[in-house]
């Protein structure tokens, strides 16, 4: 047995070293407590940070996360003071710690003080402070920072000196010291703006307590709502919005749907749409309208023609304020393509003539498919296509003389004498290939600066050359010529 005492004797060291005791709490208590009363609250976490286990040593009293210490029935301190023991482990470390709480019960009142409080409690029982309306902060205020927006008041501040805190998102959680508590006033207040979009609002826990840690109040669940401020302009869900619709549809058909939305506070005004349609391009009769609650787009007009207008693109803007013209408003862009249908009959387009000088003849290659593709059978040779060889001779015709080329520029400078030779202009017959028995003329009726040659086609001035007179344009004159097979005359 002796190799034993060792193993026992570490144990205990064990237990003594885990099992530290932390500062004793002491609660006045009056005498009968019901069940469910907070007796108080305990710093959990001053003694262990990381408990993960809060256990009681008496079944009267219950402990939860926060340090609440609750009856969990209807108790009379048996003696003039009544201790249990709150036990706080931490499983993964091994470690467990306990704080020795204490229960005295409070001095009885003189008949006299009874009979003055008791009449003072029907004298001011008219209104509980302890639980106010939800508090409003406008979103974005601007202050002046700190700003008053609620006061929390206990009833029992007639009996006791109360201190009063507070707990929870925006005061010691995130977004933290966004709101504080005057321990002896009970006034909220706002350290600086808040984004609604981001925080709502916020839930805190409001505590009331004597100096010696007594807590005559439940813990008091206050809401801070964010009241929204049309700070958000709305948005489209898309870049850009692509529709179709085949042309010629009736007006009244639906094309498609834009959609926005809106960061603010829903079913306010701050996010009530109204949409509209800015501009249209092509800028020709509107095409499309659309729906100024629901964003949907509609054909408007009866003859859309894609063979004219192959597609559209709209402007669309979209405002909040119900539309109001201090509504906050963005554009966004809808292109609607307009599909074809077999709405023209086909037609022949005139044939290039042939030209006998350029090829005398020309030769076609005519294939022929069935219209059903075909199958190849197992073990057949591949089939080839069957074609038919045309051979189209051209026939010669007598075609009249060719300038070449079709358009000639002749640069004369101003105030040249008259008679001097500003170039020549000639034609070829197409046939033969040279200007042998071509004759050229000038139409009357033109401008009659200058003339050609009948037979060599030369061109002369017959004027002094002015470009700034009116019959000049940008300092230049058009002319036609004329060149005649002189087998014609």
């Not at 593709?373 to 057949?380: E, K």
Request: with cysteine.
């Amino acid at each position: 047995m002796a190799p034993a005492a060792p193993c026992l004797v570490l144990g205990f060291l064990v237990l003594s070293l885990c099992c530290e005791a932390c500062k004793k709490v002491i609660f006045h208590v009056p005498s009968e407590l019901e069940a469910d009363t907070l007796v108080g609250r305990v710093d959990l976490k001053e003694c262990l940070q990381s408990a993960e286990f809060v256990s009681s040593s008496d079944g009267n009293f219950k402990i939860l996360e926060d340090g609440s210490v609750y009856t969990t029935s209807a108790i009379s301190l048996s003696a003039e003071k009544k201790t249990f023991t709150i036990l706080l482990k931490d499983i993964q470390e091994d470690v467990q710690k306990k704080i020795h709480v204490s229960l005295v019960e409070e001095e009885k009142k003189t008949q006299t003080q009874k009979t003055r409080h008791a009449r003072d409690t029907v004298l001011k029982r008219t209104k509980r402070r302890w639980g106010p309306i939800p508090s409003v902060m406008i979103e974005n205020s601007l202050g002046p920072f700190p700003l008053q927006i609620q006061q929390v008041q206990s009833d029992t501040a007639q009996n006791y000196t109360i201190y009063y805190s507070a707990s929870g998102p925006g005061i010691d959680q995130d977004p933290k010291g966004l709101f504080y508590i005057e321990r002896e006033t009970g006034n909220i207040f706002a350290t600086r703006a808040v984004d609604r979009e981001q925080y709502p609002s916020f839930q805190i826990i409001c505590f009331a307590t004597t100096p010696d840690g007594y807590s005559p109040e439940v813990p008091l669940v206050h809401t801070i709502r964010i009241e929204d401020d049309n700070d958000n302009a709305p948005y489209f869900t898309q870049d850009l919005f692509e529709f179709s619709v085949p042309e010629n549809s009736k007006p009244g058909v639906i094309v498609g749907k834009m959609t926005a939305e809106d960061r603010d506070e829903p079913y306010t005004l701050h996010t009530t749409l109204k949409y509209r349609i800015v501009s249209q391009n092509p800028p020709v009769t509107p095409a499309f309208s659309l729906h100024g609650d629901t964003g949907v787009i509609a054909v408007l007009l009866p003859q859309l023609d894609r063979e004219l207008v192959p597609s559209y693109t709209l402007l669309v803007e979209v405002r909040d304020m119900a539309g109001q013209p201090f509504g906050l408003c963005t554009t966004g862009t809808a292109v609607i393509r307009i599909e074809d249908t077999n709405d023209n009959a086909p037609s022949f387009k005139q044939i290039q003539g042939l030209d006998y000088e350029s090829a005398k003849q020309r030769i076609l290659v005519i294939a022929v498919n069935n219209e059903a593709p075909y199958m190849l059978a197992p073990h057949s040779q591949q089939l080839s296509q069957s074609t038919c060889s045309v051979t189209v001779h051209v026939m010669d015709l007598d075609e009249g003389p060719v300038f070449k080329p079709c358009l000639l520029r002749l640069d004369v400078k101003e105030c040249e004498e008259i008679g001097t030779s500003i170039g020549r202009y000639i034609a070829e017959d197409p046939e033969t290939g040279n200007s042998e028995g071509i004759c050229y003329r000038i139409p009357p009726g033109q401008c009659n600066w200058i003339s050609i040659d009948e037979k060599s086609g030369e061109v002369r001035t017959v004027k002094v050359l002015d470009r700034d007179v009116a019959e000049m344009r940008q300092g230049q004159c058009n002319i036609t010529v004329l060149a005649i097979d002189r087998s014609e005359y």
